[in-house]
């Protein structure tokens, strides 16, 4: 079985497009995205085109879960979808768990990485959340529960970069039903934000595309940025354009094409 790895921002997938049913996904994602026994991603994305509608992205995280969509992982298919179809651009639709995304591909001066830009939906108010209930330490200014397909808490901090994820994230993620992504951000312009992330199912990532767009939301809510917000990640930088729907922009990197054996 022939899967494709990519990456946004350091935010990496293995992608199969059109390799049929596969026996037991979770397990799957669980064996090839290890990172010490597998070939090592967040996640892994199962893909299914049709010639008159839109493909179809199935998520698993890299410990089994299902997820609703990810932001880097649509853009990672949206390259693996125009690298299959051996074009240069690249536009079109994707069905989700979360609903119908459009995508757009343009190509840079290196020819494994592009310009991905995704529609993110309707933002939206996230679950209840109590920030006295997280059984760590944690400074926070500001405190916000965003859904963008996906539930996410965004935390206002001085300094994202000081956080202990490893610590901070798994305690504050399974305080929420079915887990939550967990996000420091600390605005830095009107245009910009610094932003770490806890993404559950996945746990440390270098960038988070939904998480992004959730983390400028938060922002611009406590009057913090405009409407149009670059956000610095540890892995790269993501540029998001709040609006109806959300925009999601950033470079994308084809990293290898893998063989595994679906059977074993």
């Known amino acids: 079985?022939?899967?494709?790895?990519?990456?946004?921002?350091?935010?990496?997938?293995?992608?199969?497009?059109?390799?049929?049913?596969?026996?037991?996904?979770?397990?799957?994602?669980?064996?090839?995205?290890?990172?010490?026994t597998g070939v090592g991603a967040d996640g892994l994305?199962?893909?299914?085109?049709?010639?008159d509608g839109p493909v179809v992205m199935t998520l698993y995280n890299a410990d089994g879960s299902r997820a609703e969509i990810s932001g880097n992982g649509l853009r990672c298919l949206v390259q693996a979808l125009a690298r299959r179809a051996g074009s240069a651009r690249w536009e079109g639709t994707v069905r989700t768990d979360a609903g119908l995304r459009r995508g757009w591909l343009e190509p840079t001066d290196h020819p494994d990485r592009a310009l991905v830009r995704v529609e993110m939906g309707e933002v939206v108010s996230g679950p209840p959340f109590e920030p006295s209930a997280v059984p760590v330490p944690i400074v926070a200014d500001h405190a916000l529960t965003v859904d963008v397909g996906n539930p996410h808490l965004v935390l206002h901090v001085a300094d994202p970069a000081a956080i202990a994820l490893d610590q901070?994230?798994?305690?504050?993620?399974?305080?929420?039903?079915?887990g939550i992504n967990v996000?420091?951000?600390?605005?830095?312009?009107?245009?910009?934000?610094?932003?770490?992330?806890w993404e559950r199912g996945a746990g440390i990532t270098l960038a988070c595309g939904s998480g992004a767009v959730a983390s400028a939301h938060a922002a611009h809510h406590w009057g913090a940025v405009g409407r149009e917000v670059t956000v610095l990640m540890?892995?790269?930088d993501a540029r998001?354009?709040?609006?109806?729907?959300?925009?999601?922009?950033?470079?994308?990197t084809f990293v290898a094409t893998v063989e595994v054996d679906r059977d074993s």
């Open 45 to 51: 994305i199962l893909a299914q085109t049709a010639p």
């Open 234 to 236: 540890p892995g790269g």
């Open 1 to 36: 079985m022939q899967l494709t790895k990519h990456h946004g921002l350091g935010n990496d997938f293995l992608i199969a497009i059109d390799q049929g049913d596969l026996d037991d996904p979770a397990r799957r994602a669980r064996q090839w995205c290890h990172r010490a």
């Open 240 to 252: 998001v354009l709040l609006g109806s729907p959300a925009l999601l922009e950033g470079d994308t």
């Open 168 to 178: 901070v994230g798994p305690a504050i993620e399974q305080l929420v039903p079915g």
């Open 183 to 197: 996000h420091f951000v600390m605005p830095t312009s009107e245009g910009a934000l610094q932003a770490t992330h």
